[in-house]
């Protein structure tokens, strides 16, 4: 293994850049819906020895700076790739305006993202030291990297190295204790210590090996907690039973104008379906109908006909807005991802709006100037959608407060709940019928189930073509409708479960973490001092 580490770190040029970018696209295996997470131990490990390649290339640190800037490009633009090819299939949704796109889309976008690699091992290899110095140094340098990609314009916390961690089961209980923040840290140092006990042409480092065997210790210890948390969960539902509706529809025809009536006729006709009387709550997914639900008096009285007494919808669906000024004049109408409560009489009695929008899918960051060039978000509204204010807590007749979150607002996670008020259960509303069959909607489901984990709330997730599903507080999946299934599901919503510590302590043990590893590369540091 030091002869492959050797070889690996002397790799230059263009073999270099390939090597680096297949590193990269292959720790996308890791994540949903393979969960192959043990390729991290390769990969990492990998990205550790091109790392100590840098730092041998002599003692100027511009030229090292440089090399590790390089090599962690290489390796978020593979990562990133392979980890967002998905994103392509919403440009063949209507391939005749967006498809052109697509080899601009899908090497901008990894290669932005990858900036944030290019930055961390930068800073990693300025902090490299010998043995287990250079696994802090890097768990550093990308939990760094992780937090200010989910926070930075916009943020997008996608596949953070966190998930890693979390496949389904036992270790997705981590979560909880942590948060995925403070678990990408975590998981680099997992993943990078088996590696980084191999110098090339040294001898192996002792403190490496040690750091590596308590980690794998301390992942099987979580693990055993992991499983003896979910056999002492007790399943204790509420009384309010939920029918989530799932009418599958194909996303390239949805916005016809005459296909329309009879997309909305199939979600009547689902949530009329037996059994609904026993129902309290309906719920259908993201811009469920193509219309102005609000300002449709005939689908809002049709809907109301629908309804069981005392049986309420959540419905997405766009909304209108008027900004008047003080005398009343219009100024200008808006645009709202929204979601709507609905009454049985057909009244819209509530809502709330997307806070959190997708660029260039919602709206184009200088939306005025690039739509006179002729631009356009993939939604093709003009002028895009408007973003939303809170409060996040959204009354719902015959049901506990629920915090809303439209499409991705869920895979932000210090941000699904109003941190003043704790909600009864998280809803998410999503079409995924933008990314197809692709991983995009299996990555996107497994990121609701870790923030079930992490807040110990239910999440009701209604999707237009998949996957929806009712999920408890540990992240298990009591009922699900599969990915491009047609159908509804009856299920009770289960009770929130105990606060976490990740609810508790949240932001401190994200800073705890980095502390951890700022502690223990210091004592390393410390140590070479020693021994020199």
């Not at 039973?241 to 194909?250: F, G, H």
């Amino acid at each position: 293994m030091t002869q492959v580490a050797a070889w690996i770190g002397q790799l230059q040029g263009l073999k270099r850049a390939a090597f680096t970018v297949f590193l990269g696209a292959l720790s996308a295996l890791a994540f949903a819906p393979v969960h192959a997470w043990p390729v991290l131990f390769v990969t990492f490990g990998g990205l550790v020895w091109l790392l100590d390649g840098c730092h041998a290339r002599g003692p100027q640190w511009p030229i090292r700076l440089q090399y590790a800037a390089l090599t962690g490009f290489w390796f978020g633009f593979g990562y990133f790739l392979a980890g967002f090819y998905w994103m392509a299939e919403a440009f063949l949704v209507e391939p005749w305006r967006h498809a052109w796109l697509i080899p601009f889309v899908m090497t901008a976008m990894p290669a932005g993202m990858a900036l944030f690699f290019a930055a961390a091992c930068a800073l990693a290899i300025a902090m490299w030291r010998p043995g287990a110095g250079r696994v802090f140094a890097l768990a550093i340098a990308l939990g760094l990297a992780d937090y200010a990609r989910g926070h930075v314009l916009t943020g997008l916390p996608w596949n953070l190295i966190g998930y890693g961690l979390l496949p389904e089961g036992p270790l997705m209980q981590l979560a909880a204790l942590l948060g995925v923040y403070a678990l990408s840290i975590v998981a680099v140092l997992l993943f990078a210590a088996p590696g980084a006990s191999l110098s090339a042409g040294q001898a192996p480092s002792k403190g490496a090996t040690a750091l590596a065997a308590l980690l794998l210790v301390a992942l099987g210890l979580g693990f055993v907690w992991g499983d003896r948390r979910l056999a002492a969960a007790v399943d204790t539902p509420t009384d309010v039973r939920l029918r989530i509706v799932q009418a599958n529809i194909d996303q390239a025809n949805k916005w016809q104008t005459e296909n329309s009536a009879e997309i909305f006729a199939d979600y009547l006709d689902l949530t009329r379906r037996p059994g609904i009387d026993e129902v309290n709550l309906v719920i259908w997914p993201e811009t469920a109908v193509p219309f102005l639900l609000a300002d449709a008096p005939d689908a809002l009285t049709a809907i109301g006909d629908a309804l069981p007494q005392d049986t309420s919808l959540l419905v997405g669906s766009a909304r209108l807005g008027n900004e008047r000024s003080a005398g009343g004049r219009l100024n200008r109408r808006r645009i709202f991802n929204s979601l709507l409560v609905i009454d049985d009489g057909g009244a819209v009695i509530g809502g709330y709006d997307k806070i959190h929008l997708v660029p260039f899918g919602e709206y184009l960051p200088f939306q005025d100037f690039l739509e006179s060039l002729g631009f356009m978000q993939m939604t093709g509204i003009r002028g895009g959608f408007t973003e939303g204010t809170g409060p996040r807590l959204l009354p719902i007749p015959g049901a506990p407060p629920a915090s809303p979150l439209i499409c991705f607002e869920i895979i932000f996670p210090d941000d699904v709940t109003d941190k003043m008020k704790r909600p009864g259960w998280l809803i998410n509303v999503t079409n995924d019928a933008w990314f197809g069959a692709s991983a995009g909607p299996f990555q996107h489901f497994h990121q609701a189930q870790v923030r079930a984990v992490e807040q110990g709330l239910p999440v009701i997730r209604a999707a237009n073509t998949g996957i929806s599903a009712v999920i408890d507080g540990y992240g298990r999946v009591l009922a699900r409708i599969g990915l491009g299934e047609r159908g509804f599901v009856d299920a009770y919503l289960p009770k929130v479960g105990p606060r976490t510590p990740f609810v508790e302590l949240g932001f401190i043990l994200e800073i705890f973490a980095l502390v951890f590893a700022i502690l223990g590369w210091l004592v390393c540091r410390r140590c070479e001092r020693v021994r020199t």
